[in-house]
T-cell receptor, first 110, second 123 residues
C-alpha cells in the first residue's frame, strides 16, 4: 500500500500563487489519477481537481493541477489567491484495491 | 441531484460495534458504474478511507481496518451500511459516506458526499 505526503501548511498573500504538493511513496504517480479536495471547517470536502488536472464545473480556473513523474508528485496550484480559498486541501489517489488520501494541507491566506 | 445522508447512533461504548447507514436519493443506485464509500475524519485530523462497496456487493477495505470492518449494500432500499467492531476512543470521528469513481469510464473522484455524522466512542 502507498502513502500520499503533503506539507502540513502553506500560506500566501491575496493575489499571489501557492502550490501544494502531494508525493506518492511507492508506485508511479502517473499510474492512477490524482484528485484534490477543499474542505472548509464543519463541511464535507468538495472536489476542486479530478483526474490530475480537470476542474469540475463551478470551480474557478484559478485552480489547476499537474503531475510530475520525476518527483513522483502531484501539485495543486491556486493563483490569484482570495480569502475564501483559506481551507484544508487533500489529495487522493488509488490503486487496484485501495483509496488513499493525503494527510491534508492547511492553506492560510495572509 | 444525488444526495447522501448518514444515520446512526452518535455515541457508542468502547468494545461495542459502530453501525451507520447511508441513504442514497435522487439517482440510480444499482444501475451505476460508481462505487459507494465510507470515510472518516477524527477531530482536528485528516480524511481516512474506511472502505468501498459496489452495488453488486464487491467490497474493498482499508488494510488498517479490514479486520474490524464490514460494508454491505441493499439496492432495494438504496442504502449501504458500515459496521465497525471492537471500537475504541481512536474510532471517534466524523463519518462520511460518499460516491466515487474507480476507473472504468467514470469520473475518478469522490464527487458526492453526505454531510457527515459525528460518532463518539465513550462509556
Amino acid at each position: 500500500n502507498f502513502m500520499l505526503t503533503q506539507p502540513l501548511s502553506v500560506s500566501g498573500s491575496p493575489g499571489k500563487t501557492v502550490t501544494i504538493s502531494c508525493t506518492r511513496s511507492s508506485g508511479s504517480i502517473a499510474s492512477n489519477y490524482v484528485q484534490w479536495y477543499q474542505q472548509r471547517p464543519g463541511s464535507a470536502p468538495t472536489t476542486v481537481i479530478y483526474e490530475d488536472n480537470q476542474r469540475p464545473s463551478g470551480v474557478p480556473d484559478r485552480f489547476s493541477g499537474s503531475i510530475d513523474s520525476s518527483s513522483n508528485s502531484a501539485s495543486l496550484i491556486i493563483s490569484g489567491l482570495k480569502s475564501e480559498d483559506e481551507a484544508d486541501y487533500y489529495c487522493q489517489s488509488y490503486d487496484s484495491s485501495n483509496q488513499v488520501f493525503g494527510g491534508g494541507t492547511k492553506l492560510t491566506v495572509l | 441531484q444525488l444526495q447522501l445522508q448518514e444515520s446512526g447512533p452518535g455515541l457508542v461504548k468502547p468494545s461495542e460495534t459502530l453501525s451507520l447507514t447511508c441513504t442514497v436519493s435522487g439517482g440510480s443506485f444499482s444501475r451505476s458504474s460508481y462505487y459507494w464509500a465510507w470515510i472518516r475524519q477524527p477531530p482536528g485530523k485528516g480524511l481516512e478511507w474506511i472502505g468501498t462497496i459496489f452495488y453488486s456487493g464487491s467490497t474493498y477495505y482499508s488494510p488498517s481496518l479490514k479486520s474490524r470492518v464490514t460494508i454491505s449494500v441493499d439496492t432495494s432500499t438504496n442504502h449501504f451500511s458500515l459496521k465497525l467492531t471492537s471500537v475504541t476512543a481512536a474510532d471517534t470521528a466524523v463519518y462520511y459516506c460518499a460516491r466515487h469513481g474507480w476507473g472504468g469510464g467514470t469520473k475518478d473522484a469522490f464527487d458526492f458526499w453526505g454531510q457527515g455524522t459525528m460518532v463518539t466512542v465513550s462509556s
